[in-house]
């Protein structure tokens, strides 16, 4: 097995922690060394997402955020901005507001995921699998189970589901598309699951960017 020169820097809390060794592969998919390395990945990830979670203004600048909005949302945008533009910009900044509501409810839930990882996790990881869809894996559904009530409560308390039903009167692109029933009706209940499901995936996207970024300079070590 190839050696492997391991310098690797650790973030914990606001000091630097630096191994250096010679280990293979193999031992580091099996040691404790290798584990924490994978979990400091993650870890860092979450603070970094939940960071842009609790700041509107990044939140809504943030293109991993974006890419993870679903398809059907992203379709009545682009119908709202044809006969009601502010509305999506109403949206956008609600669900911004929900996504800070949510993330007492979601840090704990990540960190616990992350805490289950095991020594054959990390093996997957070195042969080709990313951390973040290990977590997402672990954690997804969880999530959008949790946080689905906190975001349906912030999307009642600011209404936006009965205006956008007010915008989409008379048109009959959309249909029934969120579950609303009969007609054009968007009921809360569809806008705050996909709402929900941006957020969980939206999450994911940050944490596995984060994981790019960072993974020369602390998974080298595992053969990355």
Known sequence: M?????????????GTLVLT????????????LGLSIIKRVLLNGIDKGMGIYSNKEAFLQNNMVDKALPKELRDINSTLEKIAPSLVAK???FIAQAAAYTVNTSKPILQDAVN????????RII?????????KEKAS???????????DEKLNE????????????GNNLL??????????????????????????????????????????????????
Do not use: W
């Open 127 to 135: 042969q080709g699998t990313t951390a973040t869809q290990i977590l």
């Open 175 to 224: 249909g029934s598309l969120l579950g609303g029933g009969s007609g054009n009706s968007v009921n809360s209940g569809g806008l705050s699951r996909l709402a929900s499901e941006q957020l969980v995936n939206g999450l994911f996207n940050i944490i596995e960017d984060y994981e790019h970024q960072n993974s020369k300079a602390l998974l080298g070590p595992l053969g990355k």
């Open 91 to 93: 949206e956008r900044d």
């Open 116 to 123: 289950s990882l095991t020594a054959q996790d990390v093996t």
């Open 158 to 169: 600011y209404g936006i589901a009965k205006t956008i039903n007010t915008a989409l009167s």
């Open 141 to 151: 559904q969880q999530l959008v189970a949790a946080i689905a009530p906190k975001v």
């Open 2 to 14: 190839k050696k492997y020169i391991i310098a690797a820097a650790l973030i914990i809390g606001t």
């Open 21 to 32: 060794s010679v280990q293979s592969c193999q031992t580091m998919a099996t040691t404790d």
